[in-house]
C-alpha cells in the first residue's frame, strides 16, 4: 500500500519561507515523477512544480526563483522550498507521485500553508 505524507506547512509571514517535505511509504518505482501541487479555497488544483527520476524540474511561472524543489531518490521523497512567500501563495498544497504508465499516480493529504499579510 503507497502512502504519501506531507509535512511542513504552517502560518508565514509574507517574505517568509517555508519547507515541505513529501514521505513515501510503500512500492513506488524509482522512475517516479514527483510533483508539488496546490488549491486555494474556490480554485482548480493547480501544478507548482515538478521533479523526474533524472532529476529535471519545472516550475510554474508564478513560483519560479522563490519555490524550489528537490528529491531524495533513495527514500522516494520529494521537498519544496518555497521562499518569499506571498499571501497570494495560501493554498493546501498536495504531494503528487507519477509512475511510469501504466500504473496509477498518488496523492497525499495535503498541507495548509498560510501567508499572512
Known amino acids: 500500500q503507497v502512502q504519501l505524507v506531507e509535512s511542513g506547512g504552517g502560518l508565514v509571514q509574507a517574505g517568509g519561507s517555508l519547507r515541505l517535505s513529501c514521505a513515501t511509504s510503500g512500492s513506488l518505482s524509482k522512475l517516479s515523477t514527483k510533483a508539488w501541487y496546490r488549491q486555494a479555497p474556490g480554485k482548480q488544483r493547480e501544478l507548482v512544480a515538478f521533479?523526474?527520476?533524472?532529476?529535471?524540474?519545472n516550475y510554474a511561472d508564478f513560483v519560479k526563483g522563490r519555490f524550489t524543489i528537490s528529491s531524495d531518490n533513495a527514500k522516494n521523497s520529494v521537498f519544496l522550498q518555497m521562499d518569499n512567500l506571498t499571501p497570494e501563495d495560501t493554498a493546501v498544497y498536495y504531494c503528487?507521485?507519477?509512475?511510469?504508465?501504466?500504473?496509477?499516480?498518488?496523492w497525499g493529504q495535503g498541507t495548509q500553508v498560510t501567508v499572512s499579510s
Open positions: 503528487n507521485v507519477k509512475p511510469p504508465l501504466p500504473r496509477r499516480e498518488y
Open positions: 521533479i523526474t527520476s533524472e532529476s529535471v524540474t
